[in-house]
């Protein structure tokens, strides 16, 4: 305490003994024991009061040895176990930790991470990733401005992260204990493959696979990619200590709808110790964009041979040249060409009234423009029967989708009779006409979307010029084949708005984390803030089946799905007030990172080791750096001087005190009629 504080107390001692003694002895004219004793608590009384805003404070001098941290990193992940070493490791762990001479010097703490950072926890080896530089930015987190030494057992073999060589901070020595036989092994590896999520039927898919060798001899090996038990693709490919490493490009036929699983396998007559890594599956969907489309036309014209090879050179269309009278079935296509409707058609756009088929219409001088005001609403026709030829002019505020100018102003003109067309409101105009170098004002090619319901016009015969002369031009037909692909793409593509959106992928790897996303629309289309979206999952070989809730993100809900096995799933996802629900499926591939490596990756953990001016240990040598450890001057305890301040009496006692002492004074004089 310091002085004031003693002068104050003493103070507080005085003033409560004269105001005692004022209140019970200095105006009673008998003094006897009992106002004495009276004195003494009024006393106690206000010396209490008094300490008790005074609030004295005690400081307390201790010396505290603060260690150095010794954190042991523990490698928790799978490939330990596939190695061997997870028995080993153990045992490293608990004698590093438990040893004696090192918790006297350091603060000896174990942990251990794969793709998490945990202390405390029983070491299963059953991590499906490593993350060595996570593990190192959370001991920066842990022991922030200190110098320290790291003991890491690990083989080294990082999955995920950045490169941990460089994630230590500099004031960091780590010391690596390398688990597994460094004895280098014949081993074959398919290690990444490069291909494409999704393939359109009926075309191929390029794969791109990186083959891995470990060995010091030259080495033959065969390499299949396998669908099933059927061999699609077969090579030989060659290995020697100086070429470790081979690209392997293969083109594969997307001949079936959906994901379809593949398997890339490498195999040799020479013995391996791990033939896990030697296949490596993956998937492909095979997406159905075929177009069934009927070229419908009455007359015989050049244009019809001009647009049908236009159109197929994408070979997801298909089209049929008709008669009006020869469609059976409007369910059986996916778009009508309609060229230069007359009379004849009449039936047919009828029958297209309900089915509901988006068109294309192309004019002619053989065109009954009466018939097209009566079925359409795009434009409006007023024409006579003067025939008139009309050039294109390219618009460049044209938005429904991406079209360049092909040089649609050097096309030779298409021809139809002279008259007025005029655009109704929400027709987007691609092309207008001319008539030599005066604008009429009217389009020449329109397109309209309204709802799910698109539609798309072009006023003029005699398209197959443009072909024809793009390709003098050009020497090749693709722009006017692309433009005409464009065209078809909008009119065959009805993406109706849903309230309910899920997003997911059609296969994932085992172990790979497994998220689905949804978004929820309300009635005019805002995203909905508090839908209740929940998720049912069905494991389509064992039936067993388990219910997830999503979670509210940014604009969208998520629900994670780590942990499934591989298999073939299938899921809806509901929304609980509307009931709107979405069905889909997914696969997961069996594939596990951790089960890949033969070897520890000596050399990474050697540089960790020279970069943070450590060393790298082996475990038959673990008490050499027990011992170095122990003997290292570079870290010595420091002693530190803590001040305690605490006060000379808790609040509490005080308070205690008071009551104690105002009770006892009450009855006493209660029971002396002093009252």
Avoid: C
């Amino acid at each position: 305490m310091t002085a004031t504080t003693v002068l104050l107390l003493i103070v507080a001692a005085l003033a409560a003994f004269g105001l005692s003694f004022y209140q019970y002895l200095f105006r009673a004219k008998k003094k006897g024991t009992t106002l004495f004793f009276l004195a003494f608590l009024r006393f106690v009384t206000l010396f209490a009061v008094f300490v008790l805003l005074i609030n004295p404070v005690v400081s307390n001098k201790d010396l505290q040895v603060a260690k150095t941290p010794l954190p042991v990193l523990l490698d928790n992940s799978q490939s330990i176990k596939e190695l061997g070493q997870d028995s080993l490791a153990k045992l490293l762990a608990e004698k590093i930790s438990g040893n004696k001479q090192l918790k006297d010097k350091y603060d000896v703490q174990l942990y251990t991470f794969d793709d998490a950072f945990e202390t405390g926890k029983v070491p299963d080896f059953k991590g499906k990733q490593t993350r060595i530089d996570q593990a190192a930015q959370n001991l920066q987190q842990l022991y922030r401005n200190a110098t320290y030494p790291v003991v890491m057992l690990t083989d080294g073999n990082q999955t995920v992260g950045n490169d941990y060589i460089y994630s230590f901070k500099e004031n960091t020595v780590v010391y690596p204990v390398v688990l597994g036989d460094t004895t280098t092994f014949t081993d074959l590896r398919v290690g990444q493959v490069n291909v494409n999520k999704y393939a359109f039927l009926k075309n191929k898919f390029p794969i791109e696979v990186f083959l891995q060798y470990s060995g010091n001899k030259a080495v033959n090996a065969s390499f299949s990619i396998m669908q099933g038990n059927t061999t699609l693709s077969k090579q030989t490919v060659s290995f020697s200590p100086d070429k470790k490493a081979q690209v392997v490009n293969v083109l594969l036929n997307a001949d079936k709808v959906g994901v379809q699983t593949y398997r890339a396998v490498i195999t040799s007559a020479e013995p391996e110790k791990n033939k896990y890594n030697n296949v490596k599956n993956f998937a492909v969907e095979v997406i159905d964009q075929r177009s069934e489309i009927a070229l419908v036309s009455s007359v015989n014209h050049p244009d019809l041979g001009a647009i049908k090879r236009g159109i197929e050179t994408n070979k997801q269309r298909r089209v049929t040249i008709l008669k009006p009278s020869e469609i059976k079935s409007l369910a059986d296509y996916n778009l009508l060409v309609l060229y230069q409707p007359d009379a004849s058609f009449r039936q047919l756009l009828e029958q297209n009234k309900s089915a509901g088929l988006n068109t294309f219409t192309i004019t002619g001088n053989s065109t009954d423009y009466n018939l097209l005001n009566q079925y359409q609403n795009l434009v409006s026709f007023r024409m006579s029967g003067q025939r008139e030829d009309y050039l294109a002019d390219y618009n460049n505020q044209f938005s429904l989708f991406s079209q360049e100018d092909i040089g649609f102003a050097n096309f030779p003109p298409l021809q139809q009779p002279f008259g007025t067309i005029t655009a109704k409101e929400g027709v987007s105009v691609l092309l207008s006409s001319r008539i030599r170098n005066v604008a009429t004002g009217s389009p020449l090619m329109v397109f309209s979307e309204e709802g799910a319901k698109r539609s798309a016009m072009l006023f003029g015969e005699n398209i197959w010029k443009w072909r024809v002369d793009y390709h003098v031009n050009n020497k090749t037909v693709e722009g006017f084949d692309i433009f005409l692909d464009k065209t078809v793409q909008f009119l065959t593509t009805n993406a109706k708005r849903k309230s309910l959106v899920v997003n997911h992928e059609s296969f994932y790897n085992s172990g790979e984390p497994i998220t689905i996303s949804a978004e929820y629309f309300n009635k005019n289309y805002e995203f909905e803030e508090n839908a209740r979206l929940t998720l049912s999952l069905k494991n389509k070989k064992t039936g067993a089946s388990k219910n997830y809730d999503f979670l509210k993100g940014n604009k969208e809900y998520k629900v994670n799905l780590d942990g499934l096995g591989a298999g073939q799933y299938t899921f809806t996802v509901k929304e609980a007030t509307s009931n709107t629900s979405y069905s889909g499926k997914f696969e997961v591939l069996d594939f596990e990172i951790e089960k890949q490596f033969v070897n520890p990756d000596l050399a990474r953990l050697k540089q960790l080791a020279q970069n943070t001016n450590g060393t790298a240990y082996y475990p038959a040598n673990v008490e050499d750096l027990i011992k170095a450890l122990a003997e290292n001057d570079s870290y010595k305890p420091t002693q530190k001087e803590v001040i305690k301040k605490s006060p000379l009496i808790e609040w509490v006692w005080i308070l205690v005190i008071m009551a104690v002492a105002l009770a006892t004074e009450w009855f006493t004089r209660k029971y002396n009629g002093l009252l």
